[in-house]
């Protein structure tokens, strides 16, 4: 199983990517589903900025593009990209609706 994790460029203020790389390597949390499971992670990034349509920026698509093209089954999207209220980033939304185009399967949560 490849997968990627994606993560609000805001957090990198506060974020080494820890929580969702233990979450991960112990199979916590929203990767307890991949228990037993061999997983390679092909690709830990952040969005490219707040207010940009990922459409319309050049970088965000190709690292989108990226994810795709390199056999990626299933994006996280981290804790990060969702507000106390359980709504998520306008924006990473739009990402992951990209990613759903291309069939990848997207799953709100890491840690």
Not at 54 to 72: F, H, N, T, W, Y
Not at 83 to 98: E, I, V, Y
Not at 101 to 110: A, L, M, N, P, S
Request: glycine share 10%; net charge negative; hydrophobic share 40%.
């Amino acid at each position: 199983m490849k997968i990627a994790i994606l993560a609000c460029l805001k957090a990198n203020d506060v974020c080494a990517g820890v929580g969702c790389l233990d979450a991960l390597e112990q199979r916590r949390a929203y990767f307890r589903e991949y228990a037993g499971e061999q997983v390679q992670l092909c690709a830990f990034l952040r969005c490219s900025q707040c207010g940009v349509d990922p459409e319309a920026d050049a970088g965000m698509m190709e690292k989108l593009e990226r994810i795709v093209s390199c056999g990626v089954e299933t994006a996280h999207i981290g804790i990060c990209a969702s507000h106390r209220d359980g709504t998520h980033c306008p924006h990473m939304q739009r990402s992951a609706d990209l990613l759903e185009e291309k069939g990848i399967r997207v799953v709100w949560g890491t840690h």
